[in-house]
Structures are given as structure tokens and as C-alpha cells.
């Protein structure tokens, strides 16, 4: 047997090694039974999201209704351009 068939046959059985280590690595991530997976992570997220929502809703509900029941219609009539508090003014626009 010359020196390359060697490294030929030598090259094939570590390929073969290769390939078979891989695809028993492969089988055991499949058989894995761990609780941290992909859809775990996905439904702690959702679930974050969820209460931070409705902690915010609880927070506007209770402490800006009860608390400061102008505060909104300040802040509408701020980006609506007009003004709800009586004062004065510049008067507007041009005569046509």
C-alpha cells in the first residue's frame, strides 16, 4: 500500500468518525429533555408582556385617573394646538 492510499483510507475513516459523532450529538440535542427550550423562552417573554401591559393599564387607571384627572385633556389640548384654561391669547390668525 503506498504512502496516499493510507492517507486516503486514513481520511475516509476519520470522515466516517466525523459523520457518526455528529449524528449522535444530533440524536441526543433531539432526545434532550430539558425545560429551557425555544417555546419555553417564547411564552416567558409573552407572559413579561402581557403583565407589563397590564400593570400599565392599572398604573393609568388608578394613579392618572384618580390623581390627575386633567393631566389628559392638558395633554390633548397640547397637541391639538388649542387650549382649555381661559388667558390670554394671541387671537389668531389673518383677516381675509
Known amino acids: 500500500m503506498t504512502s496516499l492510499e493510507s492517507k486516503v483510507i486514513l481520511l475516509a475513516i476519520k470522515a466516517e468518525y466525523s459523520a457518526e459523532n455528529i449524528c449522535r450529538k444530533i440524536a441526543e440535542k433531539i432526545r ?3 425545560a429551557d427550550g425555544y ?3 417564547l411564552i416567558k417573554i409573552l407572559i ?3 403583565l407589563g401591559v397590564a ?3 392599572a398604573l393609568k387607571t388608578f394613579i392618572l385617573d384618580k390623581f390627575f384627572p386633567e393631566l389628559e385633556q392638558q ?3 397640547m397637541f391639538s394646538g388649542t387650549s382649555s384654561t381661559t388667558g390670554g391669547g394671541t387671537g389668531g390668525g389673518a383677516a381675509s
Do not use: N, P
Open 48 to 50: 413579561a408582556v402581557v
Open 32 to 34: 434532550e429533555d430539558t
Open 39 to 41: 417555546m419555553d423562552t
Open 75 to 77: 395633554i390633548m389640548d
Open 55 to 57: 400593570l400599565l393599564a
